[in-house]
């Protein structure tokens, strides 16, 4: 299966995949999975799935970004 390559936020998808993540961030999939267990990271159980809404990652990545700055 094809990687997508995302280009912008408006490119994401409503809710995203650890698929999704991994494509988004340029890290392999494990690394999305290992993100999205990690306290903090905004995930959403449906089922047996995580999923992360699309608001909730780019907030997330943004407050990251201005951790390190």
């Known amino acids: 299966m094809k990687r997508p390559v995302y280009k912008s936020y408006d490119e994401l998808p409503l809710v995203l995949s650890a698929r999704e993540i991994a494509a988004a961030m340029c890290i392999s999939r494990s690394g999305a ?6 306290d903090g990271f905004p995930t959403v159980a449906v089922g047996n ?21």
């Open 33 to 38: 999975y290992a993100l999205m267990a990690e």
């Open 49 to 69: 799935r995580k999923l992360v809404p699309k608001a909730a990652f780019i907030k997330w990545l943004e407050d990251a970004a201005e951790v390190r700055d």
